[in-house]
């Protein structure tokens, strides 16, 4: 299997098991705070460990630095806070199934505003993955208003996180610790500031070092791996592969929430 393929499958991996995780995490700190968390967690431990990465990996350039504040921006900040409150209204595992709506919407963007080539395949995958979520997003005699809400605030998170992946394939040539690492710090440490000066009660000391442990893994790890996957594959089909995801979560949300398949 090409190198690009497992980089994207193993960040795909690991991100997919953040959302479940995570909802277990919104008993014992808000929302806001968690997201903030997840990703100091990410860029703190990679700042640890990145003395240990391969050398050879090219700097990050002055004309880098625009596309990569945009994407934390969007990524980094906005991204994971909309997931956080979507996730603490919905289920776990309807949430990760959600999470597709990224890999569409990353392909969307790459096709239509940065000209990427896609091919009949990818479109037909696309279609797909919007047909279910829309089916899971649907009306229907459990769903409540809370629930619909949810499903905005998911899909809100995609839409953020696919303008993040693909201004992220502008700097993909750059060293992708240092990326990741940078985004976890920056986005981690100005959503930690707005959550505690929105009056956020800090959490149970064990909850901060799992939410760092779980945002190094699933979001500090699974950012630098796939970077390495967008250098290989390209932003459209980076996505593709990435779209195992929100199954890995889905899984892991009936697995260990016990949530119900409906």
Not at 65 to 80: C, H, S
Not at 167 to 176: Q, Y
Not at 235 to 254: L, N, S
Request: aromatic share 8%; charged share 10%; glycine share 10%.
């Amino acid at each position: 299997m090409p190198r690009g393929i497992l980089y994207a499958l193993a960040s795909a991996a690991l991100f997919g098991v953040s959302a479940p995780l995570a909802k277990l995490l919104l008993g014992q700190t808000s929302p806001w705070l968690l997201a903030g968390l997840l990703y100091l967690g990410s860029g703190i431990g990679l700042a640890i460990a990145r003395p240990f990465a391969p050398r050879d990996e090219a700097r990050l350039r002055r004309a880098d630095l625009p596309w990569l504040a945009a994407a934390i921006l969007a990524g980094g900040v906005i991204g994971p806070v909309l997931l956080m409150f979507g996730l603490a209204q919905g289920a776990a595992g309807a949430t990760s199934l959600l999470l597709n709506l990224e890999s569409v919407l990353t392909l969307v963007l790459a096709w239509i505003v940065f000209r990427e080539n896609v091919d009949s395949r990818l479109l037909v995958g696309a279609a797909a993955i919007v047909a279910g979520a829309v089916i899971l997003s649907w009306p229907s005699d459990t769903t409540t208003s809370t629930s619909l809400h949810s499903a905005f605030l998911v899909a809100g998170a995609c839409l953020a996180w696919a303008i993040d992946n693909n201004l992220t394939r502008k700097v993909s040539g750059a060293d992708p610790v240092m990326i990741a690492m940078l985004k976890g710090l920056i986005a981690g440490a100005v959503n930690t500031a707005i959550a505690f000066g929105s009056g956020a009660a800090f959490p149970p000391l064990g909850a901060v070092a799992l939410a760092a442990l779980l945002g190094f893994f699933s979001y500090g790890v699974s950012l630098a791996l796939f970077v390495l996957a967008l250098r290989h594959l390209g932003t459209a089909r980076t996505g593709a592969y990435y779209a195992t995801a929100p199954f890995i979560g889905a899984a892991v949300a009936i697995a260990v929430l016990h949530e119900p398949m409906t």
